[in-house]
């Protein structure tokens, strides 16, 4: 609720500030004593237009501040939407603040922290209600019919059930369009995976190839040298000419080394590694012979290996630097080309799923519009009794709603409709002010105290329904009496059961049901 508004040089207002109260509040006046005013104050604070001209005289800006008290379903509403503009709510309080300057400049805050106009009031929009101005005026804002519609009908649990199967449904038609987003590209994108997996595969490459294959082409590209040296080798170590060998001289030496070892037992161990030397030696020639023996020009198999090797520099350089990394990147276009390939059968999948979706969104929906039928008959009858008492007996009110075709949208029957979280349904009120006239949307009707009276009758047949918990009524007495001044008491006395009510009135007899009485004056 308004718990306090402070204003400070706003038109005529030099200082003000007031503490309004629960229940049913009154401001009366004489005429031209201000009473307005304080209600232009509260919908500049609301987020309403801003004009230099409400600057009081000679003064450099004005500023309207606002205090409410916020009920814990409000603080659980505000808490994410404040949070998300680094606004901290301490408490139960939240305070908007206006700020008009001469050059033109306004500001708005909320607990001190500048914000934008647009959050500003929206913000505002669900705190206050001023009938009678209709700027901030919920009832005058078609998209709220809906909800208020559904809160009367009590549909709540129904329309959070379905907006899970359109959330669910949202989430499947997301997976469909990445999977259709291109089919061309996808066609292109599978050729060349499979292209590039089929290079791959054509040269097989294995891990730790490369190594053995350059050491044999070191080998066959050498292979004469290589011979030659192995042949040199055995003919030093074992040579059947005159030349003395290797392994003669050291059996020789180890034949020498044993004589001494008779006369001096220390030469002994000498003697035996010289035989172990010859041992190497022989070892050495059998490995060399072996060696020799195994060496081949090979022309053909070097041609093979280089021709290996150049394969596999070439996957190298186009996929990855390594063995492995061509390996690795074959493994990815594997994955790849499958999930490609069971994409059509995943997408045939998909389909089913959202057709299914649809028709339990169809079925869904269409429960909840033939509740809101029944709650918009009640609710029409409600209202027109309403105006009746409220000396509006020719009006006519009803709840108008509408459905669109559509070729993607859920199954209602033999149709297929346009639809959203809410349902299937778009709903206005619509009114007939006066006998004879046609049906127009509320938002067209008379303006004044007509439409306080219009409101205030909506709002007694949805004071359950609406959770705006401040409402205004200005002018809500123009045209009538003091019969109907009465009746017009009784239901805003009664309507502050649930809501707090401030109410600008000239009639004694609204404002004798009043919890609490504000009189303005104009001082000089």
């Known amino acids: 609720m308004l718990s306090e508004l402070r204003i400070t040089d ?3 207002i030099d200082q003000l500030e007031v503490r309004f109260a629960q229940g049913f509040n009154v401001i009366t006046g004489e005429t031209g004593a201000g009473k307005s005013i304080i209600i232009d104050a509260v919908d500049l604070v609301l987020g309403g237009r801003a004009d230099s001209d409400f600057i ?8 309207v501040e606002a205090v409410f008290k916020l009920s814990p379903d409000l603080q659980a509403a505000f808490a994410p939407l404040l949070s998300a503009e680094q606004i901290e709510l301490t408490g139960d309080e939240l305070t908007l603040t206006r700020e008009l300057r001469t050059n033109g400049r306004n500001t708005c805050r909320i607990n001190g922290t500048m914000v934008s106009l647009q959050f500003y009031r929206e913000i505002g929009q669900r705190l206050v209600d001023i009938h009678g101005q209709g700027e901030h005026l919920s009832l005058l804002r078609t998209p709220e019919h809906l909800y ?11 329309r ?5 199967l359109v959330a669910q449904l949202g989430t499947v038609r997301a997976e469909i369009a990445r999977l259709r987003q291109d089919e061309a590209a996808l066609k292109r994108r599978m050729d060349m995976l499979s292209y590039q997996l089929e290079e791959i595969r054509a040269v097989s ?6 190594q053995a294959l350059r050491a044999e082409s070191e080998r066959l590209a050498n292979a004469e040298q290589i011979a030659a040296l192995s042949a040199e080798a055995l003919r030093l170590l074992d040579s059947e000419d005159e030349t003395p060998s290797a392994l003669g001289l050291l059996n020789q030496i180890a034949a020498l080394l044993h004589k001494l070892s008779r006369f001096d037992p220390r030469m002994a161990e000498h003697a035996a590694s010289a035989d172990n030397a010859v041992a190497q030696v022989e070892e050495i020639m059998r490995a060399l012979s ?4 195994s060496v081949e020009h090979n022309p053909d198999r070097l041609y093979e290996v280089e021709e290996r090797l150049d394969a596999l520099n070439r996957l190298k350089r186009k996929y990855g630097g390594t063995i492995e990394a061509v390996l690795t990147f074959a493994e990815r276009c594997e994955a790849e080309l499958q999930t490609i390939t069971n994409s059509e059968a995943r997408l045939a999948e998909l389909q089913a799923e959202e057709e299914s979706l649809l028709r339990r969104i169809g079925e869904r929906a269409a ?6 039928r029944q709650a918009a008959d009640r609710l029409s009858a409600a209202v027109v009794r309403e105006l009746a008492e409220l000396r509006m007996e020719g009006a006519r009110f009803e709840v108008a709603l509408t459905q669109v075709d559509d070729p993607d949208g ?4 033999e149709r297929r409709l346009k639809f959203d979280a809410t349902g299937i349904d778009t709903v206005e009120f619509m009114l007939a002010a006066n006998r004879g006239e046609p049906l127009r949307p509320l938002a067209k009707v008379a303006s004044g105290g007509e439409t306080a009276r219009i409101m205030l009758a909506l709002k007694t047949v949805l004071s359950r329904a609406d959770h705006t918990p401040t409402l205004i009524f200005d002018e809500i007495d123009q045209g009538i009496g003091g019969r109907v001044g009465s009746v017009v008491g009784q239901k805003l006395w009664k309507l502050s059961d649930g809501h707090q009510v401030l109410c600008v009135t000239h009639l004694a007899h609204i404002a004798g049901f009043a919890d609490k009485h504000f009189r303005v004056s104009k001082g000089y």
């Open 148 to 158: 208020l519609l559904d809160r009367y009908a009590s549909l709540d649990v129904s």
């Open 160 to 164: 959070a059930q379905l907006a899970e």
């Open 367 to 372: 429960q909840i519009s033939a509740a809101r």
């Open 290 to 293: 072996h060696y020799v023996e």
């Open 10 to 12: 706003f038109a005529i």
């Open 410 to 413: 859920c199954f209602v029957g």
């Open 56 to 63: 009081r005289a000679g003064r450099e800006k004005a500023v």
């Open 205 to 210: 490459p294995r891990p730790e190839e490369e």
